[in-house]
């Protein structure tokens, strides 16, 4: 549709030159007529060009509030910005169980002819389902997927673009970064269904081997399995009783990090209360535990991103800890969300032109991310004993230190 548009207002420049030289040379009347209904059927045609360039629509699916607040509050935020360019739509929370539900979600936006570009952050299970589905009947659509949860090859062969965090290079970002912030010993806590995932594994192993590197004492934590018997309840009350014991034993300068999301709100707590170390999250964003650990409010500031990083740093200062916490400044699943639709506006009105070979431009796409990310963002391909995949991207931003 694009190179249609594209190739529809070529022609109605050319034509509107012709008509220009024509009507300054001054010829019989005949030619001036011929001049005049050329300039009009022209016009039209430009009229026609324009609208059709500007009869678009990007689509944002993502997770209701109670399964990510911050792709939500990107999604409206960019309903704000471009009001009726953007239409929103969320998959069910219990998108395990319900993947025809998600795939009746993507289809349905997809019915709409004036949508060209589809966001999907968090791209759960069913994504590739829902796009292969897509496909079927509509060809023209771009598929900017992020937070991929199925088989990366899988998903990249249905999708246009693919956004993952760069978990592995974690490895060894997160002890440096510890490092940094003064930690002689590093504590990974985890347990054993993690660890058999080959990413959570891969990223261990690296940390070890770059906390061996660094100096640093690597400790291993073995901690209830929220989806066990204990569940959530039982893994958070493992970390309010043994990270003070393992501060004790090993001293204030220990890093902590953990693998298991539902662990941040109390491991942020206890590391301030016990002036340990914190380097990041398992899923960088100043929205992730820092909140619910110091009882923030966003009322009133959904979505405000230095709100939040002002309001922790606030929190962090009156426990006495500067520069011994931090996080990711930008949320990664709400980069992923802005990044994706500022590219697509751009790809819609024609400013982006896809690589040769390619229905996208690498080139635009990272500097999408760049802008909103900050230049010192890195973005690299994923790889794996298959291979490297050529549309799918890992992204790690820089720290932010409170």
């Known amino acids: 549709m694009k190179k249609f548009i594209s190739i529809a207002l070529i022609a109605a420049m050319s034509l509107s030159l012709l008509t220009a030289c024509d ?4 010829s019989t ?20 060009a324009a609208a059709e360039a500007g009869d678009y629509k990007i689509g944002i699916i993502t997770g209701t509030v109670s399964q990510g607040e911050e792709e939500y509050q990107m999604a409206t935020q960019m309903k704000e910005k471009y009001g009726d360019k953007i239409v929103t739509a969320t998959y069910p929370d219990n998108f395990s169980t319900e993947t025809e539900q998600t795939i009746n979600v993507v289809t349905s936006m997809a019915a709409d002819p004036e949508v060209k570009v589809i966001v999907f952050v968090q791209a759960v299970p069913g994504a590739t389902a829902a796009i292969e589905r897509v496909r079927e009947t509509r060809d023209d659509i771009l598929f900017i997927c992020g937070v991929c949860a199925e088989d990366p090859g899988v998903i990249a062969e249905a ?15 997160v002890p440096e970064q510890a490092a940094k912030q003064g930690a002689k010993t590093f504590v990974h806590i985890s347990f054993e269904r993690h660890l058999g995932y080959a990413t959570i594994g891969a990223r261990r192993e690296l940390m070890k081997q770059t906390c061996e590197e660094l100096g640093l004492e ?3 934590a073995t901690a209830p399995d929220p989806t066990g018997d204990a569940g959530v309840t039982g893994a958070q009350a493992w970390i309010t009783e043994n990270v003070p014991v393992l501060v004790e034993q090993y001293g204030k300068d220990t890093a902590f990090f953990s693998t298991n999301c539902s662990m941040m709100t109390p491991l942020i707590q206890q590391v301030a209360e016990t002036g340990a170390i914190f380097p990041q999250q398992c899923c960088p964003s100043p929205y992730h535990g820092y909140p619910s650990a110091f009882n923030i409010s966003t009322e009133g500031h959904e979505g405000d ?3 939040m990083l002002d309001q922790i740093e606030a929190a962090v200062t009156e426990a006495g800890n500067n520069g011994r916490m931090s996080t990711w400044e930008v949320p990664i699943n709400m980069l992923m969300i802005e990044a994706g639709v ?6 819609c009105e024609g400013e982006i032109t896809p690589d040769e070979g390619s229905t996208y431009n690498e080139e635009a796409l990272f500097t999408e991310i760049k802008n909103i990310g900050g230049e010192e963002t890195q973005i690299s391909n994923y790889s ?4 490297e995949l050529d549309n799918f991207y890992l992204i790690l931003c820089p720290f932010y230190d409170f």
Do not use: H
């Not at 500022?342 to 790809?347: A, F, L, M």
């Not at 794996?384 to 291979?387: A, K, V």
């Open 159 to 173: 999708a246009d673009i693919c956004l993952l965090v760069d978990e592995l290079s974690m490895g060894r970002t």
């Open 29 to 48: 009347t005949e030619a001036a007529a011929e001049t005049t209904e050329a300039a009009a059927s022209t016009d039209e045609e430009a009229t026609e």
């Open 384 to 387: 794996d004993s298959n291979g």
């Open 218 to 220: 690597f400790v291993d």
């Open 305 to 307: 991103v230095q709100y």
């Open 342 to 347: 500022e590219y697509g506006i751009k790809y």
């Open 23 to 26: 009507s300054s040379s001054g």
